[in-house]
């Protein structure tokens, strides 16, 4: 079974600086995706960020970019300029390629924004 | 289209009795999940349909549980004799093609008391 392990449960970043979410997970299989969620106080999750395991370019969606190490196992999601907004709950997920499992996902990581 | 819509937003239910959930996905897809998620952890996934077929339901936490698509549009999650320990945030997500992305609706809040 797939598992995705988040290793910081909260970060803090002051407001406009850079800050790198930590997520590694363990598969055999090669055909893949990744995710990042946020999760605001309202609760409903909303898709930051993807990536196709077979593709070696690093994702990007304006301030938010990944750092993908497939050898490593390693899926890790730069903010930049970090602004108030940003704060809320984050989730590495990881889903198979093929099959009919749905998203396996970490524990996130609660990030605080300081103004 | 204004997204995954579930219903109800919240539910308070006595143990012993049965519960049942809404979801209505974006009409474009045809995947949709179900997920539980308890404070402070990730969701766990439950079941998936494509259309109206179950293609994985042996997640489902326990027979008491079951889903249903009967029309491949909308979706509904029972829960039967409920417990406390099933209190929870039960998530929907569609998407319509796999690995592309899932977007989830805002959930309904179980309280089992």
């Known amino acids: 079974a797939q598992t995705v392990t988040q290793s910081q449960p909260e970060m803090s970043v002051q407001e406009a600086e850079t800050v790198t979410l930590s997520c590694t997970y363990d598969?055999?299989?090669?055909?893949?995706?990744l995710f990042w969620y946020k999760q605001p106080p309202s609760r409903q999750m909303i898709l930051v960020i993807r990536?196709?395991?077979?593709?070696?370019q690093n994702a990007t969606e304006n301030r938010f970019s990944v750092n993908f190490q497939k050898a490593a196992k390693s899926f890790s999601l730069k903010i930049s300029d970090s602004q108030l907004g940003d704060a809320a709950m984050y989730f590495c997920?990881?889903?198979?390629?093929?099959?009919?499992?749905?998203?396996?996902f970490g524990k996130g990581t609660h990030l605080i924004i300081q103004p | 289209d204004t997204g995954v819509s579930q219903d109800p937003r919240h539910k308070i239910t006595k143990r012993g009795q049965n519960v049942t959930f809404r979801c209505d996905p974006i009409?474009?897809?045809?995947?949709l999940y179900w997920y539980r998620q308890t404070l402070g952890q990730g969701p766990e996934f439950l079941t998936y349909?494509?259309?109206?077929?179950?293609?994985?339901k042996s997640r489902l936490l326990s027979d008491r549980f079951s889903a249903e698509r009967p029309k491949g549009s909308f979706s509904t999650l029972e829960i039967q004799r409920t417990e406390q320990g099933d209190s929870a945030m039960y998530l929907c997500?569609?998407?319509?093609?796999?690995?592309?992305?899932?977007?989830f609706g805002s959930g309904t809040r179980l309280t089992v008391v």
């Open positions: 009409s474009e897809h045809n995947r």
């Open positions: 997920a990881y889903k198979s390629g093929g099959g009919a499992d749905g998203l396996t």
């Open positions: 990536q196709e395991a077979y593709k070696q």
């Open positions: 997500a569609s998407s319509f093609s796999e690995g592309f992305g899932y977007t």
């Open positions: 598969t055999s299989e090669s055909d893949y995706y």
């Open positions: 349909f494509q259309n109206e077929a179950q293609l994985e």
